[in-house]
């Protein structure tokens, strides 16, 4: 009796020693997001939980008037908040530039450069997530708000995005 229960310990031990083992991790994309579509209309805007963030990107889908675009929000290696558009400051307007998480960078899926969290939201230097910056936005301990207004002017970054 006493090796049948060791037996089952050892065996349980070893199943949870090696729980995941071979199970493969995913990228995390704008395309697996589980965030839904967030229509912003006039006088509202988007709203991002900021319990929902971490060093992992989170994607969030708009419709603004009916241009589609995607709101990228991370927390980066300081804790710091950061922002930006779904789409490359280089690369936009080819219909491949937006962003996929692979590992710990966003790479672009036009030019293949990748960024780092840290680096999401920062001026422009080129070819990197068009940054959503501190004016352009309001943070609280609770949520990130981003104003229809800003989200409307910003659509025609967004005219050819994911169409090619």
Do not use: H
């Amino acid at each position: 009796m006493k090796k049948i229960i060791a037996a089952v310990m050892i065996t349980a031990i070893l199943l949870t020693a090696f729980a995941g083992c071979g199970k493969e991790k995913t990228a995390q994309t704008s395309e697996n997001t589980t965030n839904e579509v967030t229509k912003v209309t006039s006088g509202n805007a988007l709203s991002i939980p900021t319990d929902e963030l971490s060093e992992n990107a989170e994607f969030y889908p708009v419709d603004v008037d009916g241009t589609e675009m995607e709101v990228i929000a991370v927390k980066d290696s300081t804790g710091t908040i950061r922002t930006a558009f779904n789409t490359c400051q280089i690369c936009y307007d080819s219909g491949k530039g937006y962003y996929k998480q692979e590992g710990d960078k966003l790479v672009c899926q036009n030019c293949g450069n990748s960024f780092t969290m840290d680096q999401v939201g920062e001026i422009s230097r080129g070819c990197d997530p068009w940054p959503i910056l501190d004016e352009n936005k309001t943070v609280t301990d609770e949520e990130i708000e981003i104003s229809y207004d800003f989200l409307k002017a910003s659509a025609d970054i967004f005219a050819n995005w994911k169409k090619a």
